[in-house]
């Protein structure tokens, strides 16, 4: 993400390419979806998750025709690169003016698609791992540039605010409790306040805080290296992952078939759907990383109707986990993190599984912490990169890694309110990479294509929603979308 064309690595099947990218989706802002669905209403939750997922396919389809386009130029620009090395070779032979004439001439001459029909399809081939990054470096000019980094960067603040209060609030759940340490004295319809005392004379924000220092501490000093997620880890927190959600989905349709449902949600509250948007939003998160999923599928005939097919088990995935828990707990005890709604006895039985589920986003999230903000820091020195210069070390070492880590910390210590976090990120943030960046892009490339390639070139892999309304509608969406979120806070805090 940080801007370049990076080694496309090794190559997949499309069914494993489907498998990875449904474990890119669907994350934490799953864990925050049915407190999200309580709060709106299930019919309106419903409207809006099938309509937002369908945005989100949409802008990936134009993602993956910008991402071939720009293979489609850099494969031009070697092409020509090694035709005037040729020509050069071909001059020193003979008169080097003449035959320059003559070349010059020739290429004035020949027209432009000459080359590029005879190998149209592969000119469009995604091979080249092209970063978001890069594309934008191509298509944008120097302000569009800046602010597609503006907004990637604000994304990834929002990202690794939301990990850093997750972890502590996981663990201060569970290990908080009125009587003690042990999750089952917990009351069934006990509402906790920050000011709760938690272990003798400390409060609960207080544990919550103390575990924040803990984890600044043991993931912070990662920030100042480089590190990457190894393959057998990545498969560990997958594993780990869908463990406990087909343990979640499972337990709430064992107590609804047993008569024990507590959730009796409304129909339909507007009152909740600025949350619920950019909870949407942010649980449909993918366009940012799409160059390293879909660029090592061995054969990319049919990726269209496997994106949609991804799409439409992602959107079922999510109904089930949402309404399973909706009807199974009350909306108002729904918690932020729908996995600490079963650290309770009268739930789940079993303390290793109780504990299992409740630390979970611990484990989860703690591998991904230095993933997103050794990105984040990549994406600060690509922003102020310069072509031929290098930074200082203290300004390499010390101070990108640092104003990566302070905001976010910082943004988590004032506010553990996940859905409100993991809301903002989406609406904002959120909506700039999954709906405004890919619009531009595949606008500008289509314009960018025909100019060089000519009018009647064709992208093998351009999107099926090809007519320019598509765009329009899109940006318009997203746009919409934005100042409706602004305009609900504004209102909700000039009423407080």
């Known amino acids: 993400m940080a801007g370049e064309i990076t080694e496309t690595g090794e190559l997949y099947s499309p069914y494993v390419g489907l498998v990875y990218m449904f474990n890119l989706i669907v994350g934490t802002g799953a864990l925050t979806m049915p407190k999200a669905f309580a709060t709106a209403g299930w019919l309106v939750s419903l409207v809006l998750l099938v309509f937002v997922g369908f945005m989100s396919f949409v802008t990936t389809t134009f993602a993956m025709e910008a991402m071939a386009a720009a293979n489609a130029q850099l494969r031009w620009k070697r092409m020509e690169t090694h035709k005037e090395e040729d020509d050069e070779d071909s001059s020193t032979a003979s008169d080097s003016d003449l035959l320059s004439q003559d070349n010059y001439e020739r290429a004035e001459k020949r027209p432009i698609l000459s080359v590029q029909r005879r190998s149209s399809a592969n000119l469009f081939e995604i091979t080249d791992r092209v970063e978001m990054g890069q594309m934008a470096s191509m298509f944008f000019n120097k302000v569009g540039v800046n602010l597609f980094y503006f907004c990637i960067i604000t994304y990834l603040y929002g990202d690794l605010a939301i990990y850093a209060a997750a972890v502590p609030v996981s663990l201060m759940q569970v290990t908080c409790s009125v009587s003690g340490n042990d999750s089952c004295s917990v009351d069934t319809d006990a509402r906790y306040n920050d000011t709760d005392l938690c272990w003798g004379p400390l409060r609960r924000v207080d544990v919550y805080r103390i575990y924040l220092a803990i984890f600044t501490v043991l993931l912070g000093p990662f920030t100042f290296f480089d590190v990457q997620k190894t393959k057998y880890l990545q498969i560990l927190t997958s594993m780990m992952r869908w463990i406990a959600f087909a343990i979640m989905i499972v337990l709430a349709l064992v107590r609804i078939g047993k008569g024990q449902g507590e959730g009796h949600p409304p129909l339909a509250n507007f009152l909740g759907v600025q949350n619920l948007f950019g909870v949407c939003v942010y649980s449909f998160m993918c366009q940012h990383s799409l160059p390293s999923l879909i660029t090592p599928i061995s054969s990319k005939r049919h990726i269209t109707r496997l994106l949609f097919l991804d799409y439409a088990l992602i959107l079922a995935f999510y109904g089930l986990l949402s309404f399973t828990a909706i009807f199974c707990f009350r909306g108002d005890s729904l918690m932020d993190m729908y996995t600490l709604n079963f650290a309770r006895c009268d739930v789940v039985g079993l303390a290793a599984v109780r504990f299992f589920l409740g630390l979970f986003p611990v484990f989860t999230i703690s591998t991904n912490f230095p993933i997103i903000a050794v990105t984040l820091r990549n994406n600060w020195k690509t922003l102020f990169h310069r072509e031929g210069g290098t930074y200082p070390w203290v300004v390499d070492r010390v101070v990108f890694p640092t104003i990566t880590l302070v905001p976010p910390i910082l943004v988590a210590f004032c506010t553990h309110d996940l859905e409100s976090l993991v809301a903002i990120t989406g609406a904002y943030a959120g909506t700039g990479i999954q709906y405004v960046i890919p619009a531009f892009l595949v606008y500008l ?52």
């Open 445 to 496: 490339c289509r314009k960018d294509t025909q100019l060089t390639f000519g009018y009647g070139t064709v992208n093998k892999h351009r999107s099926p929603f090809r007519h320019t309304f598509w765009v329009a509608f899109v940006l318009l969406w997203a746009f919409s979308c934005f100042f409706f979120v602004t305009a609900y806070i504004v209102l909700k805090e000039t009423q407080l």
